[in-house]
Protein backbone atom coordinates (compact mmCIF):
# COMPACT_ATOMS: atom_id res chain seq x y z
CA UNK A 1 0.00 0.00 0.00
CA UNK A 2 1.13 3.57 -0.60
CA UNK A 3 1.30 5.94 2.07
CA UNK A 4 -0.76 9.20 1.36
CA UNK A 5 -1.16 9.34 -2.39
CA UNK A 6 -2.96 12.71 -2.33
CA UNK A 7 -0.13 14.52 -1.46
CA UNK A 8 2.48 12.49 -3.52
CA UNK A 9 -0.09 13.07 -6.52
CA UNK A 10 -0.37 17.45 -5.32
CA UNK A 11 4.17 17.32 -5.30
CA UNK A 12 3.78 15.61 -8.59
CA UNK A 13 1.40 17.43 -10.71
CA UNK A 14 3.41 20.85 -11.28
CA UNK A 15 1.23 22.86 -9.37
CA UNK A 16 2.24 26.13 -8.51
CA UNK A 17 2.20 26.33 -4.69
CA UNK A 18 1.29 29.62 -3.59
CA UNK A 19 4.42 30.47 -1.79
CA UNK A 20 4.50 33.97 -1.57
CA UNK A 21 0.99 34.06 -0.28
CA UNK A 22 1.11 35.70 2.95
CA UNK A 23 -2.35 36.82 3.17
CA UNK A 24 -5.41 34.50 2.37
CA UNK A 25 -9.37 34.91 2.10
CA UNK A 26 -12.16 32.06 1.28
CA UNK A 27 -15.14 34.08 0.47
CA UNK A 28 -18.25 31.80 -0.27
CA UNK A 29 -21.50 32.19 -2.33
CA UNK A 30 -24.82 31.21 -0.05
CA UNK A 31 -26.93 30.65 -3.62
CA UNK A 32 -24.10 28.98 -5.61
CA UNK A 33 -22.35 27.22 -2.09
CA UNK A 34 -19.15 28.02 -3.47
CA UNK A 35 -15.85 28.86 -1.61
CA UNK A 36 -13.33 31.30 -3.77
CA UNK A 37 -9.42 31.49 -2.19
CA UNK A 38 -8.17 35.02 -2.45
CA UNK A 39 -4.48 36.10 -2.09
CA UNK A 40 -5.75 39.29 0.56
CA UNK A 41 -7.62 40.23 3.04
CA UNK A 42 -11.31 40.19 1.48
CA UNK A 43 -14.18 41.69 3.84
CA UNK A 44 -16.71 39.70 4.93
CA UNK A 45 -14.91 36.26 3.85
CA UNK A 46 -15.87 33.62 5.72
CA UNK A 47 -12.10 32.71 6.93
CA UNK A 48 -9.42 34.74 6.60
CA UNK A 49 -5.61 34.57 7.46
CA UNK A 50 -1.77 35.17 7.31
CA UNK A 51 1.18 33.22 7.37
CA UNK A 52 4.61 34.47 7.94
CA UNK A 53 7.85 31.92 7.72
CA UNK A 54 10.58 33.13 9.71
CA UNK A 55 11.97 29.26 10.32
CA UNK A 56 16.02 30.80 9.59
CA UNK A 57 15.49 33.78 10.82
CA UNK A 58 13.96 32.92 14.44
CA UNK A 59 13.16 29.24 14.12
CA UNK A 60 9.59 29.41 13.91
CA UNK A 61 6.87 30.12 11.19
CA UNK A 62 3.59 31.91 12.58
CA UNK A 63 0.06 31.28 11.27
CA UNK A 64 -3.45 33.21 12.21
CA UNK A 65 -6.90 32.29 10.76
CA UNK A 66 -10.47 33.68 11.73
CA UNK A 67 -13.36 33.28 10.79
CA UNK A 68 -16.91 35.27 10.36
CA UNK A 69 -19.38 34.16 12.90
CA UNK A 70 -22.08 34.77 10.71
CA UNK A 71 -21.65 31.89 8.55
CA UNK A 72 -22.53 28.51 9.71
CA UNK A 73 -20.29 25.60 11.68
CA UNK A 74 -19.70 23.55 8.77
CA UNK A 75 -18.70 26.33 6.20
CA UNK A 76 -16.45 28.30 9.04
CA UNK A 77 -14.96 24.78 9.84
CA UNK A 78 -14.13 24.10 5.87
CA UNK A 79 -13.22 27.54 4.97
CA UNK A 80 -10.52 28.38 7.44
CA UNK A 81 -8.95 25.00 6.76
CA UNK A 82 -9.23 25.97 2.98
CA UNK A 83 -7.16 29.12 4.23
CA UNK A 84 -4.48 27.42 6.44
CA UNK A 85 -3.65 24.36 3.74
CA UNK A 86 -3.23 27.24 1.27
CA UNK A 87 -0.72 29.44 3.39
CA UNK A 88 1.20 26.74 4.12
CA UNK A 89 1.57 24.28 1.04
CA UNK A 90 5.27 24.56 0.75
CA UNK A 91 5.93 23.87 4.70
CA UNK A 92 3.36 21.36 4.97
CA UNK A 93 5.36 19.55 1.65
CA UNK A 94 8.66 20.20 3.41
CA UNK A 95 6.98 18.36 6.67
CA UNK A 96 5.25 15.90 4.92
CA UNK A 97 8.50 14.64 3.55
CA UNK A 98 10.63 14.68 6.46
CA UNK A 99 8.13 13.14 8.79
CA UNK A 100 5.50 10.90 7.21
CA UNK A 101 6.90 10.03 3.50
CA UNK A 102 8.85 7.01 4.69
CA UNK A 103 6.57 5.63 7.06
CA UNK A 104 5.43 2.58 5.54
CA UNK A 105 8.46 1.50 3.98
CA UNK A 106 8.99 -2.06 5.23
CA UNK A 107 5.35 -1.58 6.61
CA UNK A 108 3.10 -2.36 4.48
CA UNK A 109 1.04 -5.10 6.02
CA UNK A 110 0.96 -2.94 9.44
CA UNK A 111 -0.10 -0.16 7.20
CA UNK A 112 -2.73 -1.99 6.03
CA UNK A 113 -3.60 -2.48 9.45
CA UNK A 114 -3.51 0.81 10.41
CA UNK A 115 -5.77 2.06 7.52
CA UNK A 116 -8.40 -0.50 8.02
CA UNK A 117 -8.60 0.71 12.41
CA UNK A 118 -8.85 3.68 11.00
CA UNK A 119 -11.67 3.64 8.54
CA UNK A 120 -13.68 1.77 11.09
CA UNK A 121 -12.45 4.46 13.33
CA UNK A 122 -14.16 7.39 11.16
CA UNK A 123 -16.89 5.09 10.13
CA UNK A 124 -17.83 5.49 13.74
CA UNK A 125 -17.53 8.69 13.89
CA UNK A 126 -19.55 9.47 10.89
CA UNK A 127 -22.51 7.43 11.98
CA UNK A 128 -22.81 9.41 15.69
CA UNK A 129 -22.03 12.67 13.65
CA UNK A 130 -25.28 12.37 11.32
CA UNK A 131 -27.33 11.53 14.01
CA UNK A 132 -26.24 13.61 17.20
CA UNK A 133 -24.42 17.12 16.12
CA UNK A 134 -27.60 18.82 15.84
CA UNK A 135 -28.01 18.93 19.50
CA UNK A 136 -24.83 17.40 21.06
CA UNK A 137 -21.89 19.53 21.76
CA UNK A 138 -19.39 16.83 21.90
CA UNK A 139 -20.29 15.43 18.40
CA UNK A 140 -20.81 18.34 16.60
CA UNK A 141 -17.00 19.58 17.72
CA UNK A 142 -15.93 16.65 16.26
CA UNK A 143 -17.21 17.12 12.96
CA UNK A 144 -15.74 20.38 12.71
CA UNK A 145 -11.92 18.95 13.46
CA UNK A 146 -13.03 16.96 10.42
CA UNK A 147 -13.72 19.32 8.23
CA UNK A 148 -11.26 21.68 9.02
CA UNK A 149 -8.66 18.74 7.63
CA UNK A 150 -11.03 18.26 4.79
CA UNK A 151 -10.33 22.13 4.24
CA UNK A 152 -6.63 21.93 4.95
CA UNK A 153 -6.70 19.09 2.21
CA UNK A 154 -8.13 21.26 -0.25
CA UNK A 155 -5.99 24.58 0.16
CA UNK A 156 -2.74 22.63 -0.20
CA UNK A 157 -4.10 21.07 -3.64
CA UNK A 158 -5.48 24.97 -4.51
CA UNK A 159 -8.57 24.05 -4.90
CA UNK A 160 -12.45 23.86 -3.10
CA UNK A 161 -14.95 21.51 -2.25
CA UNK A 162 -17.35 21.45 0.29
CA UNK A 163 -17.36 20.60 4.00
CA UNK A 164 -17.14 17.14 4.79
CA UNK A 165 -16.46 14.61 7.29
CA UNK A 166 -15.04 12.17 4.95
CA UNK A 167 -11.64 12.71 4.78
CA UNK A 168 -8.30 10.29 3.25
CA UNK A 169 -7.42 8.76 6.56
CA UNK A 170 -4.20 8.28 5.69
CA UNK A 171 -4.00 11.58 4.70
CA UNK A 172 -3.75 14.69 6.62
CA UNK A 173 -5.62 12.56 9.57
CA UNK A 174 -2.66 10.22 9.56
CA UNK A 175 -0.36 13.11 9.82
CA UNK A 176 -2.54 14.52 13.19
CA UNK A 177 -1.78 10.74 14.50
CA UNK A 178 2.28 11.39 15.29
CA UNK A 179 0.72 11.10 18.92
CA UNK A 180 -1.49 8.31 18.74
CA UNK A 181 0.69 6.43 16.95
CA UNK A 182 2.36 5.60 20.01
CA UNK A 183 -0.64 3.39 21.43
CA UNK A 184 -1.39 2.37 17.14
CA UNK A 185 1.83 0.80 16.66
CA UNK A 186 1.51 -1.55 19.75
CA UNK A 187 -1.98 -2.66 19.17
CA UNK A 188 -1.69 -3.13 15.60
CA UNK A 189 1.82 -4.53 16.08
CA UNK A 190 4.40 -2.95 13.38
CA UNK A 191 7.83 -4.38 13.37
CA UNK A 192 9.94 -1.74 14.17
CA UNK A 193 8.83 1.11 16.94
CA UNK A 194 11.59 3.61 16.64
CA UNK A 195 10.53 5.33 19.75
CA UNK A 196 13.23 3.41 22.31
CA UNK A 197 12.43 1.97 25.50
CA UNK A 198 12.91 5.02 28.29
CA UNK A 199 12.49 7.85 25.85
CA UNK A 200 11.34 11.55 27.61
CA UNK A 201 8.62 13.39 25.55
CA UNK A 202 8.96 16.73 27.29
CA UNK A 203 9.52 18.57 30.39
CA UNK A 204 7.14 21.27 32.03
CA UNK A 205 6.77 23.61 35.37
CA UNK A 206 4.52 25.73 36.49
CA UNK A 207 6.17 27.81 38.85
CA UNK A 208 4.30 30.23 41.60
CA UNK A 209 6.06 33.82 41.85
CA UNK A 210 4.59 33.92 45.34
CA UNK A 211 2.09 37.47 45.28
CA UNK A 212 3.64 38.24 41.62
CA UNK A 213 2.79 35.90 38.93
CA UNK A 214 2.26 32.07 37.40
CA UNK A 215 5.26 31.31 35.29
CA UNK A 216 3.55 28.29 32.85
CA UNK A 217 6.53 26.22 30.29
CA UNK A 218 6.96 23.73 28.34
CA UNK A 219 10.25 22.12 26.99
CA UNK A 220 8.91 19.43 23.61
CA UNK A 221 11.44 16.29 23.50
CA UNK A 222 11.01 14.92 19.80
CA UNK A 223 13.27 14.00 17.06
CA UNK A 224 14.73 16.80 15.10
CA UNK A 225 13.70 16.39 11.58
CA UNK A 226 10.02 18.20 13.23
CA UNK A 227 11.56 21.07 13.63
CA UNK A 228 9.34 22.82 10.82
CA UNK A 229 7.45 24.72 13.39
CA UNK A 230 4.57 27.26 13.57
CA UNK A 231 3.25 29.08 16.21
CA UNK A 232 -0.44 29.38 15.44
CA UNK A 233 -3.54 31.49 16.62
CA UNK A 234 -7.37 30.02 16.01
CA UNK A 235 -10.05 32.77 16.37
CA UNK A 236 -13.52 30.30 15.49
CA UNK A 237 -16.57 31.64 16.01
CA UNK A 238 -17.92 28.10 16.29
CA UNK A 239 -21.41 27.34 18.57
CA UNK A 240 -21.70 24.68 20.95
CA UNK A 241 -24.64 22.58 18.54
CA UNK A 242 -25.86 23.06 15.16
CA UNK A 243 -29.63 24.36 16.63
CA UNK A 244 -30.31 28.21 16.25
CA UNK A 245 -29.29 30.09 19.16
CA UNK A 246 -26.64 27.73 20.65
CA UNK A 247 -23.96 29.53 22.36
CA UNK A 248 -20.32 30.54 21.02
CA UNK A 249 -18.18 27.93 22.79
CA UNK A 250 -15.74 29.43 25.33
CA UNK A 251 -12.44 28.30 23.86
CA UNK A 252 -13.16 29.87 20.37
CA UNK A 253 -9.52 31.55 20.39
CA UNK A 254 -6.44 30.16 21.54
CA UNK A 255 -2.93 30.54 20.59
CA UNK A 256 -0.42 27.00 20.61
CA UNK A 257 2.74 25.83 19.12
CA UNK A 258 2.69 23.19 16.47
CA UNK A 259 3.48 21.89 12.84
CA UNK A 260 2.26 22.33 9.06
CA UNK A 261 -0.85 20.65 8.66
CA UNK A 262 -1.74 19.50 12.43
CA UNK A 263 -4.90 21.12 13.53
CA UNK A 264 -3.73 20.68 17.31
CA UNK A 265 -0.37 21.59 18.94
CA UNK A 266 1.01 17.95 19.61
CA UNK A 267 3.72 19.52 22.39
CA UNK A 268 0.85 20.38 23.91
CA UNK A 269 0.96 23.80 24.63
CA UNK A 270 -2.23 26.05 24.62
CA UNK A 271 -3.25 29.39 25.48
CA UNK A 272 -7.40 29.38 25.47
CA UNK A 273 -9.48 32.44 25.77
CA UNK A 274 -11.83 30.36 28.05
CA UNK A 275 -8.32 31.75 30.73
CA UNK A 276 -7.35 28.32 30.49
CA UNK A 277 -3.75 27.11 30.14
CA UNK A 278 -3.18 23.46 28.97
CA UNK A 279 0.11 21.52 28.37
CA UNK A 280 1.26 18.24 28.92
CA UNK A 281 4.43 15.49 28.99
CA UNK A 282 3.68 12.03 27.65
CA UNK A 283 3.92 8.46 29.93
CA UNK A 284 5.31 5.54 29.30
CA UNK A 285 3.23 2.42 28.91
CA UNK A 286 5.12 -0.62 29.20
CA UNK A 287 2.13 -3.07 30.59
CA UNK A 288 1.56 -4.69 27.43
CA UNK A 289 -1.82 -6.08 28.92
CA UNK A 290 -3.42 -2.30 28.17
CA UNK A 291 -3.39 -2.31 24.52
CA UNK A 292 -6.36 -4.11 24.35
CA UNK A 293 -8.61 -1.69 25.27
CA UNK A 294 -7.82 0.24 22.31
CA UNK A 295 -10.39 -0.26 19.87
CA UNK A 296 -11.73 1.57 16.97
CA UNK A 297 -15.13 2.88 18.56
CA UNK A 298 -12.94 5.84 20.05
CA UNK A 299 -12.11 9.40 19.60
CA UNK A 300 -8.00 9.68 19.10
CA UNK A 301 -6.65 12.00 21.54
CA UNK A 302 -6.07 14.68 18.86
CA UNK A 303 -9.52 15.20 18.86
CA UNK A 304 -10.42 14.95 22.56
CA UNK A 305 -7.55 17.49 23.40
CA UNK A 306 -9.08 19.86 20.68
CA UNK A 307 -12.27 19.62 22.00
CA UNK A 308 -11.77 19.59 25.34
CA UNK A 309 -10.35 23.09 25.01
CA UNK A 310 -12.97 24.61 23.47
CA UNK A 311 -15.60 23.51 25.27
CA UNK A 312 -14.85 23.38 28.95
CA UNK A 313 -14.66 26.39 30.98
CA UNK A 314 -12.67 25.49 34.13
CA UNK A 315 -10.24 22.89 35.05
CA UNK A 316 -12.69 20.28 36.30
CA UNK A 317 -14.87 20.95 33.05
CA UNK A 318 -11.66 20.08 30.54
CA UNK A 319 -10.93 17.28 32.68
CA UNK A 320 -14.46 15.58 32.44
CA UNK A 321 -14.42 16.18 28.89
CA UNK A 322 -11.11 14.44 28.10
CA UNK A 323 -11.90 12.27 30.01
CA UNK A 324 -15.01 10.69 27.20
CA UNK A 325 -14.34 8.05 24.79
CA UNK A 326 -10.70 7.68 26.30
CA UNK A 327 -8.94 6.17 23.17
CA UNK A 328 -5.67 5.19 25.32
CA UNK A 329 -3.59 6.28 22.62
CA UNK A 330 -0.79 9.04 23.14
CA UNK A 331 -1.11 8.20 27.18
CA UNK A 332 0.24 11.76 28.99
CA UNK A 333 -0.08 13.63 32.29
CA UNK A 334 -2.31 16.70 31.37
CA UNK A 335 -1.63 20.28 33.64
CA UNK A 336 -4.78 22.51 32.89
CA UNK A 337 -4.10 25.78 34.78
CA UNK A 338 -6.76 28.72 35.03
CA UNK A 339 -5.79 32.00 34.97
CA UNK A 340 -9.67 33.36 35.92
CA UNK A 341 -7.87 32.12 39.60
CA UNK A 342 -5.66 33.75 39.62
CA UNK A 343 -4.94 37.41 40.67
CA UNK A 344 -1.72 39.08 41.79
CA UNK A 345 -0.91 39.75 45.24
CA UNK A 346 -4.14 37.40 46.54
CA UNK A 347 -4.39 33.64 47.46
CA UNK A 348 -4.24 30.92 44.87
CA UNK A 349 -7.76 30.29 44.43
CA UNK A 350 -9.31 26.61 44.49
CA UNK A 351 -9.82 25.28 40.78
CA UNK A 352 -6.59 26.82 39.89
CA UNK A 353 -4.52 23.61 38.76
CA UNK A 354 -5.86 20.25 37.34
CA UNK A 355 -3.82 17.27 36.90
CA UNK A 356 -4.94 14.36 34.79
CA UNK A 357 -3.31 11.11 33.75
CA UNK A 358 -4.49 8.72 31.02
CA UNK A 359 -3.94 5.16 30.52
CA UNK A 360 -5.26 2.44 28.17
CA UNK A 361 -9.23 2.05 29.97
CA UNK A 362 -8.44 4.25 32.90
CA UNK A 363 -7.73 7.95 33.81
CA UNK A 364 -7.36 9.61 36.87
CA UNK A 365 -7.57 13.24 37.54
CA UNK A 366 -7.49 15.61 40.83
CA UNK A 367 -7.76 19.34 41.97
CA UNK A 368 -4.07 20.16 42.79
CA UNK A 369 -3.67 23.40 44.01
CA UNK A 370 -2.92 22.70 47.19
CA UNK A 371 0.73 21.60 45.96
CA UNK A 372 1.28 24.95 44.26
CA UNK A 373 0.20 26.46 47.80
CA UNK A 374 2.76 24.06 49.71
CA UNK A 375 6.04 24.21 47.12
CA UNK A 376 5.61 27.37 44.88
CA UNK A 377 6.13 24.82 41.30
CA UNK A 378 4.89 21.83 39.85
CA UNK A 379 7.05 19.87 37.23
CA UNK A 380 6.06 17.29 34.57
CA UNK A 381 9.15 15.30 33.14
CA UNK A 382 7.12 11.43 32.03
CA UNK A 383 7.03 9.93 35.02
CA UNK A 384 3.67 9.73 36.71
CA UNK A 385 2.56 11.10 39.30
CA UNK A 386 -0.56 9.05 40.46
CA UNK A 387 0.59 5.93 42.25
CA UNK A 388 -2.51 4.13 40.42
CA UNK A 389 -1.39 4.96 37.22
CA UNK A 390 2.43 4.65 38.00
CA UNK A 391 1.78 1.17 39.07
CA UNK A 392 -1.10 0.39 36.16
CA UNK A 393 1.62 1.60 33.61
CA UNK A 394 4.32 -1.08 34.38
CA UNK A 395 6.58 1.35 36.07
CA UNK A 396 7.52 -0.60 39.80
CA UNK A 397 9.19 -3.10 37.11
CA UNK A 398 11.40 -0.51 35.29
CA UNK A 399 12.39 0.72 38.52
CA UNK A 400 13.78 -2.89 39.86
CA UNK A 401 15.53 -3.52 36.62
CA UNK A 402 17.00 -0.01 36.05
CA UNK A 403 16.42 2.17 39.65
CA UNK A 404 15.90 5.59 40.62
CA UNK A 405 15.65 6.98 36.27
CA UNK A 406 12.16 5.66 36.28
CA UNK A 407 10.58 6.67 39.77
CA UNK A 408 8.66 10.01 40.49
CA UNK A 409 10.75 11.81 43.17
CA UNK A 410 14.70 10.96 42.45
CA UNK A 411 14.44 10.30 38.64
CA UNK A 412 17.03 13.31 36.87
CA UNK A 413 15.07 15.86 35.77
CA UNK A 414 13.38 15.41 39.59
CA UNK A 415 15.94 16.26 41.17
CA UNK A 416 16.75 19.29 38.95
CA UNK A 417 13.50 20.84 39.04
CA UNK A 418 13.22 20.09 42.86
CA UNK A 419 17.12 21.71 42.90
CA UNK A 420 16.99 24.79 40.89
CA UNK A 421 13.14 26.05 40.57
CA UNK A 422 13.81 28.38 43.63
CA UNK A 423 16.67 30.15 41.29
CA UNK A 424 13.74 31.25 39.04
CA UNK A 425 12.70 34.58 39.72
CA UNK A 426 11.80 36.45 36.59
CA UNK A 427 11.36 35.83 32.88
CA UNK A 428 14.92 35.22 32.29
CA UNK A 429 15.83 32.48 35.20
CA UNK A 430 12.48 30.45 34.12
CA UNK A 431 13.79 30.14 30.32
CA UNK A 432 17.51 29.42 31.61
CA UNK A 433 16.38 26.87 34.04
CA UNK A 434 13.55 25.47 30.74
CA UNK A 435 16.60 25.05 28.57
CA UNK A 436 18.88 23.64 31.08
CA UNK A 437 21.28 21.03 30.58
CA UNK A 438 25.18 21.02 31.80
CA UNK A 439 25.20 17.33 31.48
CA UNK A 440 28.94 16.69 31.84
CA UNK A 441 29.32 18.32 35.15
CA UNK A 442 25.97 17.96 36.71
CA UNK A 443 25.55 14.90 39.20
CA UNK A 444 22.17 14.33 38.28
CA UNK A 445 22.87 13.70 34.72
CA UNK A 446 24.95 10.69 35.64
CA UNK A 447 24.26 7.57 34.64
CA UNK A 448 25.56 3.75 34.84
CA UNK A 449 27.35 4.89 31.20
CA UNK A 450 30.29 5.07 29.18
CA UNK A 451 31.02 7.98 29.57
CA UNK A 452 29.25 8.36 32.97
CA UNK A 453 26.37 11.05 31.70
CA UNK A 454 24.03 11.23 29.44
CA UNK A 455 22.37 14.47 27.64
CA UNK A 456 19.01 13.09 28.39
CA UNK A 457 19.03 13.48 31.74
CA UNK A 458 18.48 16.98 31.30
CA UNK A 459 15.19 19.60 31.26
CA UNK A 460 16.41 19.49 27.66
CA UNK A 461 17.45 16.66 26.43
CA UNK A 462 20.81 16.96 23.55
CA UNK A 463 20.44 13.16 23.11
CA UNK A 464 22.98 14.10 19.84
CA UNK A 465 25.65 14.85 21.84
CA UNK A 466 25.76 11.46 23.63
CA UNK A 467 28.75 9.03 22.16
CA UNK A 468 27.73 7.10 19.18
CA UNK A 469 29.85 4.67 20.51
CA UNK A 470 29.51 4.81 24.41
CA UNK A 471 27.13 2.10 26.72
CA UNK A 472 24.08 2.64 28.34
CA UNK A 473 21.63 0.97 29.85
CA UNK A 474 19.18 1.21 27.94
CA UNK A 475 18.65 2.90 24.55
CA UNK A 476 17.38 6.49 25.45
CA UNK A 477 20.05 7.58 27.19
CA UNK A 478 22.21 6.88 23.91
CA UNK A 479 23.01 8.25 20.94
CA UNK A 480 20.29 10.10 18.85
CA UNK A 481 18.24 12.71 16.49
CA UNK A 482 16.48 13.38 19.32
CA UNK A 483 16.02 15.86 22.15
CA UNK A 484 14.20 19.04 23.77
CA UNK A 485 12.88 21.17 20.08
CA UNK A 486 12.38 24.22 21.61
CA UNK A 487 11.06 26.47 24.85
CA UNK A 488 7.39 28.36 25.57
CA UNK A 489 6.94 30.10 28.40
CA UNK A 490 3.86 32.31 28.96
CA UNK A 491 3.05 34.82 32.40
CA UNK A 492 0.01 35.94 33.34
CA UNK A 493 0.52 39.47 31.90
CA UNK A 494 1.31 37.59 28.78
CA UNK A 495 -0.87 34.96 28.56
CA UNK A 496 -3.99 37.86 28.36
CA UNK A 497 -3.29 38.61 24.89
CA UNK A 498 -2.66 34.80 24.60
CA UNK A 499 0.94 35.60 23.77
CA UNK A 500 4.21 33.50 25.15
CA UNK A 501 7.90 33.59 24.44
CA UNK A 502 9.25 30.67 22.78
CA UNK A 503 12.78 29.56 21.56
CA UNK A 504 13.09 27.24 18.53
CA UNK A 505 15.60 24.07 18.37
CA UNK A 506 17.80 22.19 20.79
CA UNK A 507 19.02 23.92 23.63
CA UNK A 508 22.95 25.53 23.32
CA UNK A 509 24.81 27.09 26.34
CA UNK A 510 27.46 25.86 27.18
CA UNK A 511 26.31 23.56 24.71
CA UNK A 512 27.10 23.58 20.75
CA UNK A 513 23.88 24.52 19.17
CA UNK A 514 23.00 21.81 16.44
CA UNK A 515 24.21 21.83 13.27
CA UNK A 516 22.81 19.27 10.29
CA UNK A 517 25.90 19.82 8.19
CA UNK A 518 28.19 18.67 11.47
CA UNK A 519 25.82 16.30 12.52
CA UNK A 520 26.16 12.16 11.61
CA UNK A 521 22.64 12.33 10.99
CA UNK A 522 22.87 15.00 8.21
CA UNK A 523 22.77 11.85 5.33
CA UNK A 524 20.21 9.44 7.22
CA UNK A 525 17.41 12.16 9.09
CA UNK A 526 15.66 14.17 5.91
CA UNK A 527 15.65 17.68 7.19
CA UNK A 528 13.93 19.37 4.09
CA UNK A 529 13.67 23.36 4.45
CA UNK A 530 15.38 23.32 7.93
CA UNK A 531 18.26 25.80 9.11
CA UNK A 532 21.57 24.05 9.06
CA UNK A 533 22.63 25.90 12.20
CA UNK A 534 19.71 26.24 15.22
CA UNK A 535 20.39 28.86 17.07
CA UNK A 536 17.77 31.03 17.73
CA UNK A 537 17.23 33.97 20.32
CA UNK A 538 14.03 34.01 21.74
CA UNK A 539 10.65 35.68 20.37
CA UNK A 540 7.45 36.90 21.75
CA UNK A 541 5.31 36.84 18.15
CA UNK A 542 2.48 39.91 18.87
CA UNK A 543 -0.36 38.11 17.38
CA UNK A 544 -2.55 40.69 15.52
Not at 344 to 371: A, M, R
Not at 480 to 505: C, H, N, P, R, W
Request: proline share 5%; hydrophobic share 35%; aromatic share 14%.
Amino acid sequence: MLLLLFLFSVLNSGLVLSSNSQYASVTYNDRTREFTIHDTYVQNSVANGSFKDEIFKTGWSYLEVNTDVNYPDPVQAYAAGVVEGYLTAPVLKNHWTNMAADYCNGEEAYCDRLKSFLEDNLAFININVETKRFRNEYWHQVALILEQLHGIEDGFRNITSNPSTSVDVMGLYFLNLVGDLIGLEEKLQKKEIKRPFGSGSCSALIKILPKKDIFFSHVTWTNYNSMLRILKKYSFQYHSALFEGAPLIPGHTYSFSSYPGLVFSLDDFYLISSGLAVMETSLENTNTTLWQYIRPSTILEFQRTIIANRLAKNGQQWTDIFSIMNSGTYNNQWMVLNYNKFQPNQPLQDGLLYVLEQLPNYIHSEEKTDVLRKQGFWSSYNVAYYEDIFNMSGAPENVKKYGDFFTHDKSPRALIFKRDQSNVTDIDSMMKLMRYNDYTNDPHSRCDCNPPYSADCAISARNDLNPANGTYPFESLGHSQEGGTDMKLTTYQLFQKLQFVAIGGPTYDPLPPFQWSKSDFRKTVKHEGHPDLWKFKPIIHKWT
